[in-house]
């Protein structure tokens, strides 16, 4: 059996996917089902004091499709969970005694100063390892000041982080920053400052993902209304590898990914840039806890083909190889080439080429497609399109 544990803020985790704050952690049962599928740790869902009014609505959740498959995109209206902190501090202390190798953390969300102190002295005092602040929930919550409100406020999220640090007597703090900031780095300096522990990037990203085009309503419809949503999935990916990568290059901060993870390959890329925990939402709700078998097999299977002996080893290998624009090559030259054998003849390439590049693809009568190299100036975009990938880039000449 690999070793796939990774430590984080301090704490140590058997495998580094963490079911992230969500319907799958609003239930200790539900955890409890999760960590004997082999999940390392799970963040119970975003809890408040017991006066916190959570009015929640239904239906809460559209799927963005594409090409008839589901589901690029989740959009969801949810909010915090309407259990308080009383059912909370009583499923950590169920969930550590039944489980005490797993990572239990909880998410918590307050109005006041006292609220956010409460809420972290009733969670260590019922045994909890970590603490996640949401600072980055985009709907609902910041119509009363609380969500990505703080976040998107460096000044904010630092004077928040400090208080929740400072009422923090034994466990790490993490803050759940929103990417609907114009420089995730600068949130994430401000937590640093506060003395917090780590950063979890991303939370959702504020969307809608379509609308009724006969009765004129957004999605998701309550009643006759809807409203901006968070977005969460595949689609969001790009969002959250990119904020990671920002944080992990430029903060001396740990930092928990979340965002579009489905794959043990997405989770590599996460950890290649930075990321030293990972956090899954929509593939779990989608394709059930048994998810984290596929990923944990996918991390050792890789390791064993790269000679990793530790995961530690994979976190932020690929952040020396990030560069800003002007630091890249511009001294070769490439063009593509097409696999003959496994063209299909469809054309697509041709279309692209002549539409969306530069004119370098000709069709003759067999339909394989013909690079004019002189034409062509390698910006790659037929390869993105090729529907059975035959095409590639190859380099033929220093500038
Ligand atoms: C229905 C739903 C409810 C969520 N509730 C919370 C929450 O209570 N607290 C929180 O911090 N994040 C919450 N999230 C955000 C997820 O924890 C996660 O950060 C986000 O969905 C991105 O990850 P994913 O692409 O793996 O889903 C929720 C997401 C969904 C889809």
């Not at 309407?82 to 059912?87: C, E, F, G, K, L």
Request: with cysteine.
């Amino acid at each position: 059996m690999t070793d796939l544990s990774l430590e984080f803020c301090g704490i140590k985790y058997p495998n580094p996917f963490v079911l992230a704050a969500a319907p799958t952690t609003d239930k200790e049962e539900m955890v409890g089902r999760a960590f004997e599928a082999g999940w390392g740790g799970a963040i119970l869902k975003t809890t408040s004091v017991e006066t916190e009014d959570v009015s929640l609505v239904y239906p809460m959740m559209t799927g963005l499709d594409y090409d008839n498959k589901r589901l690029a995109a989740l959009e969801n209206i949810d909010l915090i969970s309407h259990h308080h902190i009383d059912v909370v501090e009583k499923r950590v202390r169920i969930l550590k005694k039944e489980f005490p190798d797993r990572v239990v953390a909880a998410s918590i969300m307050g109005q006041a100063k006292e609220h956010w102190e409460e809420l972290v002295q009733r969670l260590e005092a019922a045994g909890v390892d970590l603490i996640e602040c949401s600072f980055s929930c985009p709907h609902g919550m910041p119509e009363k000041g609380m969500g990505s409100t703080i976040g998107q406020n460096p000044e904010l999220v630092e004077r928040t982080a400090r208080w929740v640090k400072e009422a923090a007597k034994r466990v790490p703090v993490v803050i759940k920053l929103t990417p609907q900031i114009a420089d995730i780095t600068v949130a994430a300096e401000a937590v640093k400052k506060s003395g917090a522990d780590g950063v979890c990037a991303i939370n959702t990203v504020k969307g809608i993902l379509g609308v009724d085009i006969y009765d004129f309503v957004p999605h998701p419809k309550v009643r006759d209304k809807s409203t901006i949503g968070g977005v969460s999935g595949l689609a969001i990916k790009p969002v959250a590898l990119r904020c990671v990568a920002e944080i992990a290059r430029s903060v001396d901060i740990p930092v928990t990914a979340s965002g579009g993870i489905t794959t043990w390959r997405d989770a590599v890329e996460f950890l290649l840039l930075g990321a030293r925990n990972l956090q899954v939402c929509t593939a779990a709700m989608q394709y059930g806890f048994d998810l984290v078998g596929d990923l944990k097999e996918g991390l050792a299977n890789y390791m064993a083909e790269m000679n990793f002996s530790s995961v530690e080893q994979i976190v932020g290998k690929s952040l020396p190889k990030l560069v800003d624009h002007g630091a890249l090559s511009r001294d070769i030259k490439v063009v593509s080439r097409v696999d003959e054998d496994r063209c299909i003849k469809c054309g697509r390439c041709y279309v692209a080429c002549n539409d969306g590049g530069h004119q370098a693809i000709t069709i003759g009568e067999d339909r394989v497609p013909q690079f004019d190299e002189e034409e062509c100036v390698g910006c790659a975009f037929c390869t993105t399109i090729c529907p059975v990938y035959c095409l590639e880039m190859e380099r033929v000449e220093d500038k």
